[in-house]
């Protein structure tokens, strides 16, 4: 399975909800993932995916929008059927819900700053 993930320039933010849902499922399909991409052109979308990158146990590329065909000539180029070892499969889900748990804590602590900052 090769995944491409575009986040266009309307996209604000990933609901707490989505990211455990990610972080559920992730055990389920990583044996499977032969590659993943990020497209887009939003800098945090990609400084997430490049941090996230480190932990998936398939191979992942981060395009600007413009590239998009190039995600999907990279994306259909990866040969089918990785090898993922159990040590593999371990780090990816204990970087995945790590990752997870960082990015709801940080989008708790910014609904709080935004909040305090509303009150006033």
Not at 46 to 55: E, K, L, M, Q
Not at 74 to 98: E, N
Request: net charge positive; glycine share 12%.
């Amino acid at each position: 399975m090769r995944l491409l993930y575009q986040f266009g320039p309307g996209f604000e933010r990933i609901t707490a909800g989505a990211l455990w849902a990610d972080a559920r499922l992730g055990t389920s399909y990583a044996r499977v993932l032969d590659g993943c991409t990020v497209v887009s052109d939003i800098g945090w979308v990609r400084a997430s995916a490049r941090g996230i990158a480190t932990w998936m146990p398939c191979p992942v590329q981060v395009y600007y929008n413009a590239e998009r065909e190039h995600a999907v000539a990279w994306l259909t180029s990866l040969p089918q059927g990785a090898d993922v070892s159990a040590r593999d499969m371990v780090k990816a889900y204990i970087g995945g819900v790590g990752g997870t748990l960082g990015s709801l804590g940080k989008l708790v602590i910014a609904k709080g700053v935004k909040s305090r900052h509303e009150d006033r």
